[in-house]
């Protein structure tokens, strides 16, 4: 993900008013999946960031919501929902990833004679 894509923990907090400790609340009580954490390494030590859209939207939802639903309720009904959704899996020397196939846009394959493949998403995968 490019930059533009990516929200800092720092401005998401900001944004939406949270508190560093509801975020992470969230995050123990899985409102936010765990592999929306990105760690990457700063001048200053290591700095969040989270995919905006998912993030954002689903921080919407969950400020929306929590008035009429239990926080554990809204939980459960991410968790379900997550157990049902597909994945695409990818293992290399370095460890596996798993991806969310609601979440993915565009995949890019390069063969060995520097052939690029794009499988766009259109619709459900």
């Known amino acids: 993900m490019n930059e533009n894509e990516m929200i800092s923990k720092k401005d998401l907090l900001q944004r939406y008013g949270i508190s560093y400790g509801a975020l992470y609340r969230w995050k123990r009580m899985g409102l936010i999946p765990d592999d929306w954490f990105v760690k ?9 960031f989270f995919p905006r859209r998912l993030v954002c939207e689903r921080i919407e939802q969950i400020m929306g919501m929590k008035d009429g639903v239990s926080l554990s309720e809204l939980a459960d009904s991410y968790k379900e929902k997550e157990e049902k959704e597909s994945y695409l899996t990818v293992t ?23 052939t690029t493949v794009l499988i766009e998403r259109n619709g459900e995968i």
Not at 40 to 48: D, H, K, L
Not at 104 to 110: A, D, G, N
């Open 92 to 114: 290399t020397d370095f460890g596996t990833t798993k991806f969310r196939m609601s979440e993915i846009r565009k995949v890019y394959v390069t063969n060995e004679t520097g």
């Open 40 to 48: 990457t390494a700063s001048i200053t030590g290591q700095q969040t």
